[in-house]
Protein backbone atom coordinates (compact mmCIF):
# COMPACT_ATOMS: atom_id res chain seq x y z
CA UNK A 1 0.00 0.00 0.00
CA UNK A 2 2.76 2.39 0.89
CA UNK A 3 5.49 1.55 -1.39
CA UNK A 4 6.75 0.14 -4.24
CA UNK A 5 9.84 -1.23 -5.90
CA UNK A 6 11.44 0.75 -8.74
CA UNK A 7 15.15 0.23 -10.35
CA UNK A 8 17.83 3.01 -9.08
CA UNK A 9 21.26 2.08 -10.76
CA UNK A 10 20.06 -1.39 -12.06
CA UNK A 11 19.48 -2.56 -8.75
CA UNK A 12 15.92 -3.06 -6.96
CA UNK A 13 15.09 -0.39 -4.56
CA UNK A 14 12.14 0.63 -2.40
CA UNK A 15 10.11 4.01 -2.50
CA UNK A 16 7.97 4.84 0.69
CA UNK A 17 5.46 6.58 2.09
CA UNK A 18 5.66 6.78 6.13
CA UNK A 19 2.29 6.03 7.38
CA UNK A 20 0.85 6.18 10.81
CA UNK A 21 -0.42 2.41 11.49
CA UNK A 22 -0.04 0.26 14.06
CA UNK A 23 1.24 -2.99 13.56
CA UNK A 24 -2.04 -5.44 14.13
CA UNK A 25 -4.73 -3.13 13.92
CA UNK A 26 -8.18 -3.36 12.46
CA UNK A 27 -7.76 0.27 11.01
CA UNK A 28 -9.52 0.38 7.28
CA UNK A 29 -7.15 1.27 4.50
CA UNK A 30 -9.02 4.10 3.42
CA UNK A 31 -8.28 5.69 7.35
CA UNK A 32 -4.67 5.12 7.25
CA UNK A 33 -2.87 8.90 7.53
CA UNK A 34 0.39 9.57 5.94
CA UNK A 35 2.77 10.54 8.62
CA UNK A 36 5.46 13.16 8.22
CA UNK A 37 6.35 16.34 5.96
CA UNK A 38 4.20 14.19 3.16
CA UNK A 39 5.29 16.97 0.26
CA UNK A 40 8.46 16.60 1.29
CA UNK A 41 8.22 13.04 0.65
CA UNK A 42 6.84 13.32 -2.56
CA UNK A 43 9.17 16.04 -3.94
CA UNK A 44 11.93 13.39 -3.11
CA UNK A 45 10.40 10.22 -4.78
CA UNK A 46 9.83 12.42 -7.98
CA UNK A 47 13.41 13.93 -7.98
CA UNK A 48 14.62 9.84 -7.75
CA UNK A 49 12.26 9.05 -10.54
CA UNK A 50 13.50 12.05 -12.57
CA UNK A 51 17.11 10.87 -12.11
CA UNK A 52 16.73 7.55 -12.21
CA UNK A 53 14.34 7.17 -15.30
CA UNK A 54 15.03 10.91 -17.38
CA UNK A 55 16.37 9.35 -20.25
CA UNK A 56 13.72 6.22 -20.86
CA UNK A 57 11.96 6.58 -24.04
CA UNK A 58 8.74 6.74 -21.59
CA UNK A 59 9.65 9.34 -19.36
CA UNK A 60 8.61 12.50 -21.08
CA UNK A 61 5.12 11.15 -21.88
CA UNK A 62 4.13 9.64 -18.40
CA UNK A 63 5.91 11.58 -15.94
CA UNK A 64 4.07 15.23 -16.43
CA UNK A 65 0.92 13.80 -15.33
CA UNK A 66 2.43 11.69 -12.22
CA UNK A 67 3.99 14.28 -10.72
CA UNK A 68 1.36 17.15 -11.42
CA UNK A 69 -0.44 13.92 -9.35
CA UNK A 70 2.09 13.96 -6.49
CA UNK A 71 2.25 17.54 -6.27
CA UNK A 72 -1.37 17.91 -4.44
CA UNK A 73 -1.67 18.00 -1.30
CA UNK A 74 -2.66 14.30 0.93
CA UNK A 75 -3.39 13.21 4.05
CA UNK A 76 -4.66 9.81 4.06
CA UNK A 77 -2.58 7.29 1.62
CA UNK A 78 -5.54 6.14 -0.22
CA UNK A 79 -5.95 9.52 -1.82
CA UNK A 80 -2.61 9.38 -2.98
CA UNK A 81 -2.68 5.51 -3.83
CA UNK A 82 -6.23 6.36 -5.55
CA UNK A 83 -5.03 9.27 -7.56
CA UNK A 84 -2.12 7.47 -8.88
CA UNK A 85 -4.26 4.88 -9.76
CA UNK A 86 -6.75 6.83 -11.77
CA UNK A 87 -4.10 8.39 -13.40
CA UNK A 88 -2.21 5.36 -15.00
CA UNK A 89 -5.72 4.00 -15.84
CA UNK A 90 -5.97 7.01 -18.07
CA UNK A 91 -2.47 7.10 -19.54
CA UNK A 92 -2.99 3.25 -20.28
CA UNK A 93 -6.22 4.01 -21.84
CA UNK A 94 -8.16 1.50 -19.77
CA UNK A 95 -11.72 2.69 -19.27
CA UNK A 96 -13.19 0.06 -16.76
CA UNK A 97 -15.27 1.64 -14.17
CA UNK A 98 -13.94 1.87 -10.49
CA UNK A 99 -16.21 1.73 -7.87
CA UNK A 100 -15.42 2.64 -3.71
CA UNK A 101 -17.25 -0.28 -2.06
CA UNK A 102 -17.01 2.26 1.26
CA UNK A 103 -19.09 4.91 -0.72
CA UNK A 104 -22.18 2.02 -1.13
CA UNK A 105 -22.20 1.56 2.10
CA UNK A 106 -21.55 -2.25 1.24
CA UNK A 107 -20.98 -4.14 4.22
CA UNK A 108 -20.67 -8.42 4.96
CA UNK A 109 -17.52 -10.45 5.68
CA UNK A 110 -15.08 -10.02 3.49
CA UNK A 111 -14.49 -14.23 2.53
CA UNK A 112 -17.60 -14.37 1.19
CA UNK A 113 -21.04 -11.73 1.86
CA UNK A 114 -19.24 -8.58 1.23
CA UNK A 115 -17.79 -9.99 -1.98
CA UNK A 116 -21.47 -11.23 -3.01
CA UNK A 117 -23.27 -7.69 -2.19
CA UNK A 118 -20.82 -5.76 -4.55
CA UNK A 119 -21.58 -7.94 -7.30
CA UNK A 120 -25.27 -7.53 -6.74
CA UNK A 121 -24.55 -3.77 -6.24
CA UNK A 122 -23.14 -3.35 -9.94
CA UNK A 123 -25.47 -6.27 -11.21
CA UNK A 124 -22.84 -8.03 -12.07
CA UNK A 125 -22.60 -12.24 -12.06
CA UNK A 126 -18.71 -12.94 -12.09
CA UNK A 127 -15.97 -11.86 -9.58
CA UNK A 128 -12.42 -11.78 -10.94
CA UNK A 129 -9.27 -12.33 -8.28
CA UNK A 130 -5.99 -11.09 -8.56
CA UNK A 131 -3.13 -13.24 -7.50
CA UNK A 132 -3.05 -12.09 -3.95
CA UNK A 133 -4.15 -13.01 -0.52
CA UNK A 134 -7.93 -13.04 -1.65
CA UNK A 135 -7.34 -16.74 -3.02
CA UNK A 136 -6.46 -18.22 0.10
CA UNK A 137 -9.26 -16.92 2.60
CA UNK A 138 -12.50 -16.56 0.12
CA UNK A 139 -15.29 -18.79 0.96
CA UNK A 140 -15.55 -20.32 -2.33
CA UNK A 141 -18.42 -22.49 -1.39
CA UNK A 142 -20.79 -19.65 0.27
CA UNK A 143 -19.61 -17.55 -2.66
CA UNK A 144 -20.88 -19.75 -5.83
CA UNK A 145 -23.70 -21.05 -3.79
CA UNK A 146 -25.23 -17.77 -4.44
CA UNK A 147 -24.86 -17.87 -8.05
CA UNK A 148 -21.52 -15.77 -8.24
CA UNK A 149 -19.21 -17.69 -10.61
CA UNK A 150 -15.16 -16.92 -9.89
CA UNK A 151 -12.75 -16.43 -12.07
CA UNK A 152 -8.92 -16.06 -11.39
CA UNK A 153 -6.03 -14.05 -13.10
CA UNK A 154 -3.73 -15.46 -15.47
CA UNK A 155 -1.18 -13.65 -15.78
CA UNK A 156 2.04 -13.53 -18.47
CA UNK A 157 4.67 -10.45 -17.03
CA UNK A 158 5.42 -8.44 -19.72
CA UNK A 159 8.92 -8.36 -21.06
CA UNK A 160 10.05 -4.58 -22.25
CA UNK A 161 13.47 -3.17 -23.06
CA UNK A 162 15.48 -2.22 -19.61
CA UNK A 163 18.13 -0.65 -18.43
CA UNK A 164 18.49 -3.62 -16.20
CA UNK A 165 20.31 -6.46 -17.49
CA UNK A 166 18.73 -9.65 -17.28
CA UNK A 167 15.40 -7.92 -16.89
CA UNK A 168 14.08 -7.22 -13.68
CA UNK A 169 10.07 -8.58 -13.07
CA UNK A 170 7.72 -7.89 -10.17
CA UNK A 171 8.75 -3.71 -10.18
CA UNK A 172 6.13 -1.50 -9.90
CA UNK A 173 4.43 -0.26 -13.19
CA UNK A 174 6.10 2.76 -13.32
CA UNK A 175 9.08 0.92 -14.52
CA UNK A 176 7.19 0.05 -17.83
CA UNK A 177 5.54 3.27 -18.14
CA UNK A 178 8.94 5.33 -17.60
CA UNK A 179 10.92 2.67 -19.88
CA UNK A 180 8.33 2.40 -23.20
CA UNK A 181 6.55 4.73 -25.12
CA UNK A 182 2.77 5.39 -24.12
CA UNK A 183 1.82 2.94 -26.97
CA UNK A 184 3.90 0.42 -26.56
CA UNK A 185 2.80 0.34 -22.64
CA UNK A 186 -1.24 0.00 -23.46
CA UNK A 187 -0.22 -2.96 -25.42
CA UNK A 188 1.88 -4.76 -23.57
CA UNK A 189 -0.39 -3.84 -20.50
CA UNK A 190 -3.90 -5.02 -22.62
CA UNK A 191 -2.04 -8.43 -23.63
CA UNK A 192 -0.27 -10.10 -20.36
CA UNK A 193 -2.95 -11.74 -19.44
CA UNK A 194 -6.35 -12.93 -19.13
CA UNK A 195 -8.39 -14.93 -17.10
CA UNK A 196 -9.83 -18.80 -16.16
CA UNK A 197 -11.89 -21.10 -14.03
CA UNK A 198 -10.83 -20.26 -10.14
CA UNK A 199 -8.72 -23.06 -8.53
CA UNK A 200 -7.58 -22.37 -5.08
CA UNK A 201 -3.94 -21.94 -4.57
CA UNK A 202 -1.64 -22.08 -1.80
CA UNK A 203 1.13 -19.71 -0.98
Given at each position: ?20 YAAGSKQKIKDIKLSGDVK ?80 DSVKANHILLGLGKSN ?68
Open positions: MNRNRILIHGEIKWLSMPVDKHLRHHLNILRTNYGRCRGFQTCFPGLEFVMSKDYRFLFDLDFEILQYFLSYLEIKTPVYLASEWHIAGKKEDTLIVNIVEYINEENIQRSGVKILSQKFSHPVYSQFAKPFIKNLSAIDLLMHVPREKACYLIKNCGGYKKFKRTLY
